[in-house]
């Protein structure tokens, strides 16, 4: 996380020096954000028994560590550091492509781990039916995001996606997921599903 935060403040200081006020808002937001991920487990190691399932992933550092790449790697396509290049609006439009692989990769995976975490809670799921809703919640994010993006267009211009673009983000955004459902099964990172406590997340199973 802490290179992630450096590469996000290497965007930074590249909007300063080309003037981009949006960038700059991009970077600040997106520094702040990765600090409070951090900085958060250390300050509060021991959150409420009821939403601990639900904070899972803040306190998992495997799947933070896959948000934060996300993150940087975002940031720096819409400029690269030490550069005038917006990859994703200008100089290469198919950038998003890289985008919709690592947020598809990192929103399964935290909604994964609060579906499979909830048996604390006393919400028995089989390993098939965490898979199951986890994708079904997936979906509706992915798909509610493209529409939000589509109802966007008239007050944001670059927002303006045709339906074979809206498709293929779809496409890319299942492919991350699919690769973090092959992380999860085969790898048991970041997460295992049906363990008892998530490795990773307030520390080791006992």
Known sequence: MLSSIFVVFLGLLTALINGRSGHICRTL??????????????RYPHPPERLKPFLA???????MAILSIFIAVHVSLLNVPFTGYDLYHKEWGNADIITHFLG???????????ISGLKA?????????????SFVIFYALSIGWEILEKLSERWISYMAESIGNK???LLMDTLGALFGLWMVRKKGYPFRLGAERNEGAYGRPP
Request: hydrophobic fraction near 55%; charged fraction near 15%; charge should be positive.
């Open 29 to 42: 937001a997106a520094m702040l954000g990765l600090s409070v991920l951090l900085v958060l487990p250390r």
């Open 57 to 63: 992933p803040l306190y998992n550092k495997k799947t």
């Open 104 to 114: 598809g990769l990192a929103v399964w995976t935290i909604v994964a781990e609060i």
């Open 121 to 133: 809670l006393g919400v028995q799921l089989t390993k098939r039916q965490v898979i199951v809703y």
């Open 167 to 169: 498709l293929r983000d």
